[in-house]
Nanobody, 123 residues
Framework: QVQPVESGGGLVQAGGSLRLSCAAPRLTFSSDFMGWFRQAPGKEREFVAGISLSSDSPFYGTSARGRFTVAGDNAKKTVYLQMNRLTPDDTAIYYC????????????????WGQGTQVTVSS
């Protein structure tokens, strides 16, 4: 497996929860950090959360703080994004990406991207 593969997106009502999964290989020796980004129509792609599979140290973007939880399973090379108390503002395509170098919240720091999974939150 070269590219991350996201799953778990769908339609959910506001206030509900959704859990995304991302299966991905460790692409570099220096890092096993995987990031979640999202992009809504007409919006810039933004960092949501990320985690190192080996250390379980999470990072969160502003939009995710307090509502989302990122976790990893190093044995399965899988990361998860548990999203709670969803709002329509969370509607976006969610991407999983493998980190290369640089700031974790910057999209150019990642060199392998999944195709994305659609999350739609209705009012």
């Amino acid at each position: 497996q070269v590219q991350p593969v996201e799953s778990g997106g769908g339609l959910v009502q506001a206030g509900g929860s959704l859990r995304l999964s991302c299966a991905a290989p460790r692409l570099t020796f220096s890092s096993d950090f995987m990031g979640w980004f999202r992009q809504a129509p007409g919006k810039e792609r933004e960092f949501v959360a990320g985690i190192s599979l080996s250390s379980d140290s999470p990072f969160y973007g502003t939009s995710a703080r307090g509502r989302f939880t990122v976790a990893g399973d190093n044995a399965k090379k899988t990361v998860y994004l548990q999203m709670n108390r969803l709002t329509p503002d969370d509607t976006a395509i969610y991407y999983c990406a493998a980190y290369r170098s640089g700031s974790v919240s910057v999209i150019t720091s990642y060199d392998r991207w999944g195709q994305g999974t659609q999350v739609t939150v209705s009012s």
